[in-house]
């Protein structure tokens, strides 16, 4: 069993910035891939970035360039910096860990970018 834990995430004007922390408990094997998905009010949860235990990142197409994730591996935790927000990034985020063949989620926490 893994226990995903979020930190982060707030109230912020457009244009301003947020940093996600994501921790996961595991004690053997290094995750795979941590990442963050949102997902907005009646829409699909998506993926906004993920990285490889190798540091491979992939992100969508709507926050390259603004956001940032990165991971420590010795802590087991993954990063989302973002920069640049915009009103249309308000969702709640998702921490997803890949650990052997299975999927962690976090509870998700809000951020809300205002006009």
């Known amino acids: 069993q893994v226990h995903v834990v979020e930190s982060g995430g707030g109230l912020v004007q457009a244009g301003g910035s947020l940093r996600l922390s994501c921790e996961a408990s595991?004690?053997?094997?290094?995750?795979?891939?941590m990442g963050w998905y949102r997902q907005a009010p009646e829409k699909q949860r998506l993926l906004v970035a993920e990285?490889?235990?190798?540091?491979?990142?992939n992100y969508a197409d709507s926050v390259k360039g603004r956001f940032t994730i990165s991971r420590d591996n010795v802590k087991n935790t993954v990063y989302l910096q973002m920069n640049s927000l915009k009103p249309e990034d308000t969702a709640v985020y998702y921490c997803?860990?890949?650990?052997?063949?299975?999927?962690?989620w976090g509870q998700g926490t809000q951020v809300t970018v205002s006009s």
């Open positions: 997803h860990v890949k650990w052997l063949q299975y999927d962690y």
């Open positions: 595991v004690k053997t094997f290094r995750p795979s891939a």
């Open positions: 990285i490889s235990s190798g540091g491979i990142t």
